[in-house]
């Protein structure tokens, strides 16, 4: 679950919503529910307070899955674990209380440049320690990523396995029945840390679909990407790593289960002559090198601060004593799940320039130059007509979200949706620009391209700005909802993307950076009945996310059903007609019915027959 400040789009929540507790601030959301910053009255300590959301309290399903992390949690003490303390419902609010941990997660740490192969292998080894204990407890986690895992600065900067939602009981005699609650042939998880067979069946995949989850975070901390397709050992990918490092992960990734470790104790046997036994959790020391190029890049920040300040003190002074005066915090940036959830104000309809060509069952609308009025419902922020395509007016004070959806929701069995995004940090003027100088406000501008169903529900491919992963997007119900990272984006921002389904429901994502097109995760299988997913028919939308953003390029295509051919008439039942007969050379061509018959004569009496006459 991210970690966000709270957010205009936050649902308010009253302190004393939980008795014993009081609720201070949101610090993360996702999709069962939001997580507070809380005290607990009765000791004064601070924990974390995870409340599922009120539109799915009254669903059984989910309210047996939230009770079931907690008695996931219940069963675990370990210090590589968050530890719960207390659970409960106050009226209709179902509510969870565990530990707070205070750091980043291992996401943001694999992020910095002081994670060096040495203390990532010691990161790896303490995840793997927790999940081994985990096992033994009859607990599978099934959703390991870097999301998931916390450092707890207080302790000393320890990882710490999180997000307990999808655990599951192993098949034990004390595994409670009641929380069986996994439909059969259903997905659940996180695309690019699932094992094949917790892809296709989430219920029949055991404790191994986390040893291979284990072997996609060892390769990700080693050389910075998740490993896709036919990858390359972590050693030929990064100079440093241990050779004996391949044959770990490789051994953790295999697709057949059985050929897998068995269990994560044959796993940390085979890491614990990688690992140094007295080495600390913290981040090594720099070397005189790293400190001067640190030195140097301090020092050019420094001096571009200053002279945006002098440039701008009059504005700096105005709204610095606004902020002194409101006292209010610094909002972090929205994530691209709220972004692409959020409840937007709307700005009507523009029309731009375009082209819908109709060709028997295909619809085809692009954008730019062309005869048609091509029809936008936008809602956030505004947009303009930009040469053969459209921009997004730069963020304001009510909304850095905005959202310009195509005036098309034809149903179809095929669809396709591809634009280049250009993406760029939003200067918004001199206020934006005292902002990010001289409070040190920092955004990260992300553009999307996505297919929208009925509310909440949505597949996007997002690009950002600031170089972060292409991130693929999925939220179509309980079962189909998670993130897929993909490459790099460029340093330019601009990308072009692509989605598509096909009539089988197999979804597809591409992202082309420069000359290279890149498949952004595995192929997604929706089903044959894919657009019951959406609730409705998927209408194509741009979406601009804090920064400035500019889309062209834009095309859409939809395939709908083959349209019915009438049927022929059926064949005249009357008897066929004599063939004509031609008449000779000079002869007159016979009548074609016979002449009428004259008057006949009587015939003669019969011998015999009559009276004698006297």
Not at 156 to 180: C, R, W, Y
Not at 188 to 213: C, F, N, W
Not at 437 to 450: D, F, I, M, T, Y
Request: proline share 8%; glycine share 10%.
């Amino acid at each position: 679950m991210a970690t966000i400040e709270s957010t205009a789009i936050s649902r308010p929540r009253p302190p004393d919503l939980i008795p014993g507790y009081s609720l201070e601030k949101l610090v993360g959301k996702g999709g069962m529910g939001e997580v507070y910053k809380g005290i607990q009255l009765s000791l004064g300590r601070t924990v974390a307070v995870k409340l599922l959301a009120p539109e799915l309290a009254h669903d059984k399903s989910f309210v047996t899955r939230f009770e079931k992390e907690a008695a996931a949690l219940a069963t675990l003490s370990h210090p590589h674990i968050v530890s719960i303390v207390d659970k409960g419902k106050h009226k209709d609010t179902y509510y969870l209380v565990m530990e707070f941990v205070d750091g980043a997660s291992l996401r943001e740490m694999m992020r910095g440049p002081l994670l060096d192969t040495t203390s990532a292998l010691k990161i790896g080894m303490d995840i793997c320690r927790a999940i081994e204990y985990a096992h033994g407890r009859g607990v599978i986690h099934r959703d390991l990523k870097p999301e998931n895992i916390l450092f707890d600065e207080q302790a000393g900067g320890i990882p710490k396995v999180s997000d307990f939602g999808l655990a599951a009981f192993s098949q034990t005699d004390q595994a409670p029945s009641k929380f069986n609650v996994t439909e059969t042939h259903v997905s659940m998880g996180t695309l690019s840390y699932m094992a094949p067979e917790q892809r296709v069946d989430a219920k029949s995949a055991d404790h191994r679909a986390d040893i291979y989850s284990l072997g996609v975070i060892l390769y990700e901390l080693a050389v910075g990407e998740v490993p896709v397709g036919n990858y390359d050992p972590p050693s030929h990918k990064k100079n440093g790593v241990d050779k004996r490092l391949d044959g770990i992960v490789a051994r953790c990734l295999k697709p057949d289960p059985a050929d897998r470790y068995q269990s994560v104790s044959e796993l940390i046997l085979d890491m614990e002559p990688l690992v140094p036994v007295s080495f600390s959790q913290r981040p090594r020391k720099l070397s005189p090198v790293e400190r001067a190029k640190l030195a140097m890049d301090r020092a050019v920040r420094r001096v571009v601060r200053i002279a945006a300040i002098a440039l701008v003190a009059a504005a700096a002074l105005v709204l610095g004593a606004a902020a002194l005066r409101s006292g209010t915090e610094r909002s972090a940036q929205v994530s691209n799940a709220e972004a692409l959830t959020a409840d937007l104000s709307s700005k009507g309809a523009v029309t731009t320039p375009g082209r819908i060509a109709e060709e028997k069952d295909l619809r085809t609308v692009t954008v730019g130059d062309g005869p048609d009025s091509i029809t936008w419902v936008v809602a956030g922020r505004a947009i303009s007509s930009e040469g053969r395509g459209i921009k997004f007016t730069p963020p304001g004070t009510k909304s850095s979200v905005g959202r310009a959806s195509l005036d098309s929701e034809v149903d179809g069995v095929q669809l396709d949706l591809s634009a280049e995004a250009s993406t760029q940090v939003a200067t918004g003027g001199v206020m934006g620009l005292v902002k990010r100088v001289v409070l040190g406000a920092q955004s990260e501008p992300r553009s999307a391209v996505a297919l929208y169903g009925s509310p909440g529900r949505y597949v996007a491919l997002v690009v950002s700005g600031a170089g972060e992963p292409v991130a693929l997007e999925i939220a179509l119900g309980d079962q189909k909802h998670f993130t897929t990272l993909g490459p790099p984006s460029p340093k330019d921002g601009t990308a072009h993307l692509e989605l598509s389904i096909d009539r089988k429901g197999e979804l597809l994502a591409f992202a082309t950076l420069g000359r290279d097109k890149r498949a952004v995760g595995q192929p997604v299988s929706l089903g044959p009945g894919w657009k019951k997913l959406f609730g409705k028919a998927p209408a194509p939308s741009l979406t601009c996310i804090e920064g400035g953003c500019e889309f062209r390029k834009i095309s859409y295509e939809i395939l709908r059903e083959p349209t019915a051919t009438p049927s022929p008439p059926l064949a005249s039942v009357d008897p066929p007609k004599p063939p004509e007969v031609k008449p000779a050379s000079g002869t007159t061509k016979p009548p074609l019915t016979p002449p009428k018959k004259t008057n006949p004569k009587p015939p003669p009496p019969k011998k015999g027959g009559g009276k004698k006459s006297h």
